[in-house]
């Protein structure tokens, strides 16, 4: 018996830090819908390595949502609590080729730091206190990569995306003081771990990419083909969240919102698809679901619900 290795692994990766949104509804139809539509598989994990930000019953919740709406993953999921020797291996590999560094800077010793800029993304940038060795009598509070290098990608909907590491994101956690392992770390492990050769998320994600892409190089790890989705926001331009109050998609009918996702995904579904059975309504999305057609946006305003 030969096995073949399909050319298309896609994903849907949420962390159970709440119900699932309208947001994630959308990351996660953009994602199986195009997995599909390559005769791919679409796996599911479960990003729980933020241990403190898991919100009790959040994943029986997601699971329970996503399963009524009617998505299909392959496999097991992927846990990623269960993944730590992973995480922990790929961290000695970086130690061993000199890519990682002890940081025993503190939160309010770098805000106190004068001179340091800021990085694209708005947050403070790394000063650099610990790069060439801890200070005298200080101890490793957590590791940082060595931010290097300029990183190009072409992403499939927000297009030619170039980031200069020094200097847009600075040196950055993969171990972090409370001894947990950071999500950008988990995520290139865990999607090699998988085999995911095409990341479908949402476009809140394309800033943590270069770093992703820079871990994978170091790692000597396949590098995916990334397409960051339009994030769903409410009127005011806020990302739909829990702190934004963003409803769970539960307490609407599945079919509505799966069609009101379609729209989101700039895929033109009928009207008269809303008051379809949800078998339809998936017909309708797997017959008809082109990438091409995602607006090309960072972000959108979502459906009001109705
Ligand atoms: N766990 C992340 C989230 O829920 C998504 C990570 C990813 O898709 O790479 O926002």
Same mark, same amino acid.
Request: glycine residues 8%.
């Given at each position: 018996m030969t096995t073949t290795t399909p050319a298309y692994i896609g994903r849907f990766a949420p962390s159970p830090s709440g119900p699932l949104h309208f947001g994630s509804l959308v990351a996660a139809l953009g994602s199986v819908l195009d997995a599909r539509h390559y005769q791919g598989r679409w796996l599911l994990r479960i990003e729980d390595v933020d241990t403190p930000r898991t919100v009790p019953g959040a994943t029986d919740s997601i699971l329970a949502t996503l399963d009524r709406f009617g998505f299909e993953w392959d496999g097991d999921i992927l846990w990623q609590c269960q993944r730590t020797g992973a995480y922990a291996a790929a961290l000695e590999q970086l130690k061993t080729g000199g890519h990682v560094f002890p940081c025993a800077c503190s939160r309010r010793e770098m805000a106190e730091v004068p001179d340091s800029t800021l990085a694209r993304d708005g947050s403070r940038r790394y000063?650099? +206190?610990? %790069?060439n060795g801890l200070p005298p009598g200080r101890a490793p509070r957590a590791w940082r990569v060595k931010a290097e290098g300029v990183i190009r990608f072409e992403d499939a909907i927000q297009g030619r995306q170039e980031e200069d590491l020094a200097r847009?994101?600075?040196?950055?956690?993969?171990? %972090?003081?409370?001894?947990l392992f950071a999500y950008q770390l988990a995520v290139v492990v865990d999607d090699a771990a998988q085999g995911v050769t095409h990341v479908v998320r949402g476009a809140d994600l394309l800033g943590s990419t270069a770093r992703q892409i820079q871990l994978q190089k170091l790692l000597r790890l396949p590098v995916p083909a990334y397409a960051h989705l339009p994030v769903a926001t409410n009127a005011a331009g806020e990302k739909l969240s829990k702190q934004t109050l963003a409803r769970a998609v539960?307490?609407?009918?599945p079919a509505r919102a799966l069609v009101a996702a379609l729209g989101f995904l700039g895929?033109?579904?009928? +009207?008269e698809l809303t008051h379809a059975s949800l078998a339809e309504v998936w017909d309708w999305a797997h017959a008809h679901w082109r990438?091409? %057609?995602?607006? %090309?946006?960072?972000q959108r305003i979502a459906p009001a619900a109705d």
């Open positions: 000063p650099g +206190t610990c %790069r847009d994101v600075g040196d950055y956690v993969i171990l %972090r003081a409370d001894g539960d307490e609407i009918a895929q033109h579904p009928p +009207t990438l091409e %057609r995602v607006p %090309r946006h960072m």
